[in-house]
């Protein structure tokens, strides 16, 4: 089974931080471009951060450039996403996903995709 799992998700206050992490099972992460996604109630899905296979490529959405930061171990099939200075507006279900394209994209199709994991900044 090809599959993405996140973790890492949960409630923080405003200014606080967090790290996703998004594990892959049944095939190499190192052959796939990475991106994180969110989902908001109410709102449509939109893109968060990307990284290319090697890592050597990664590209940040505007609304969280300087405070998130996306990161890869290959040997440990795992792409992190580090989260700081949350704010309410970030309050969403993350979700990674995995495309063939290999580079750091947020437009390109995705093959895999992860069930997400909730997180809510709240005072």
């Known amino acids: 089974q090809l599959q993405l799992v996140e973790s890492g998700g949960g409630l923080v206050q405003p200014g606080g931080s967090l790290r996703l992490s998004c594990q892959a099972s049944g095939f190499a992460l190192e052959d796939y471009g990475i991106g994180w996604f969110r989902q908001a109630p109410g709102k449509e899905r939109e893109g968060v951060s990307c990284?290319?296979?090697?890592?050597?490529?990664?590209k940040y959405a505007d609304f969280v450039k300087g405070r998130f930061t996306i990161a890869r171990d290959n040997a440990k099939n795992t792409v992190y996403l580090q989260m700081n200075s949350l704010k309410f507006e970030d309050t969403a279900v993350y979700y990674c996903?995995?495309?063939?394209?290999?580079?750091?994209?947020?437009?390109?199709?995705?093959?895999?995709w992860g069930l997400g994991t909730q997180v809510t900044v709240s005072s």
């Open positions: 990284i290319s296979t090697s890592g050597g490529s990664r």
């Open positions: 996903a995995a495309t063939r394209f290999k580079l750091c994209d947020l437009l390109v199709p995705y093959d895999y």
